[in-house]
Every structure is written in structure tokens, then in C-alpha cells.
């Protein structure tokens, strides 16, 4: 999948990494303008901290070993950060594989712009399970977070819709998509184009509904996200962070 994109190893190589507190870890570095800008390397990737992206997830879901595994790999990655960050065109398998372990746990926003129209909760008394982001029909999303196309198709309400199950068992859910980009059975990575916003279901205008399940049910994707680096709100997008 990766022929989609080609440019797409650059977003990641492209940001710099501001330390910040725990706390307030999403704290600006890049916007979603940015994104996708091919950017080259302004300065060294360092992943040294980068177990913090997954944390939060990590401890909801109990998951000590995947904690542990990640830091494992940690050790072993940040060493071939330190080397390969001051070179910006670099085609090594050594900084290739670090882009590629970046872009295994990264979450990103999934559209370049849009409208935040209608948040997570109760909703004329039904749960509104999602997010909702207007943009104009046809405008490409893409995946927020690496994983495994669960279902590609027409969903009844949510019309055209994308189901991908992530490596640490959270899902998110794509709806009203105009068009599908991807079938059933497709690996993509965070900030793969995997569809088009469209108005398809039970929508009541051009929009992407975005879902994200924890153990199978829904939760408010804006904390989530956030807690990963990519705050809807702000628009503001930081995986290194
Ligand atoms: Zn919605």
C-alpha cells in the first residue's frame, strides 16, 4: 500500500520534536496544512520518549505486554534515530525501518481541513457514537492510526463505510464516505487515504463520522487523540511527541 503515497515517509521525518510535560504532551508542533507538505527533515527525530504515544491507550486496555514489547523495540530504535536524523534524503533500510516503526503507533487527524460539527454523546436522546467533520464531497481521508481493514462497504446509516481494527485491538470506524479507497483485508498505515467524505447513510450533509471503539465499544475519539498526539480540535497533529 505504500505506492498510494509515495511522499508519505516525509510527514513523519518532517516534524520537530518539542519537548514538552506529560501532561500537555500534544502541545503544537505541526498543522494539519502541514501534513502531507513533503517537508524535509528540519532537525533529528528523536523517538527516545516515543513510548509516551501510547501510553494512555495502553493502560486503559491493561496491556502490560504490549507496553513492555514497545519499549523493547524503544531501546533498539532510538539508537538508529540518533543516526539517521541529520540525514534528510537518506534511503537506508536502517531509517526505513525507524519510519516504519513511527508509522506504526502514530495517530494523526483524518482530514487535511474540515468543520468540527457535532461532537461524541447523547443526541436527541440516542448516543451520537462518533465525531462528525464536514468537509466537501470528495475530499480524501485518511486512516488516524496503522492497522487492518475489517470492512470496506455499505453499512445501512453509515452508508459507505471503513471498519479498521489497530494493532492494539482499538477500532475506528470511517461513515457517509462518498468513496471507498480500500477493500477488506488491506494493512494501511496512519495517514493513508482510505476514502472520500461524501453524504452516503443516514447523513444530513457532506461529512466524515468518525468512530473510535475501545473493547468494542465506542468512546469519545477527542481525548483518545488527543492522548495520542492528534487533537481534532485544534488541529494540531505532534506523533513524535
Ligand atoms: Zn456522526
Redesign the pocket.
Known sequence: MRQRLSSEPDRYRGRRRVPTPPRSRYAVVGTAAFVGAGVVALGAANLTDYKDVHQSVLHDLDSAQISQDIQARNGDKADRSERAGTESTDTTAAKTLSDADVEAQAWVLPLQDYTFT?PFGMRLGKL?S?I?LAAPEGSPYQAVHAGTVTSAGYQGGYGFAITIKHTDGTEAVYAHSHRLLVKTGDVVKAGQVIGTVGNTGYSYGTHL?LEIHVAGKPVDPIPLMRENGADVKLKIESPYS
Do not use: E, Y
Open positions: 457535532a451520537h462518533g462528525d463520522h
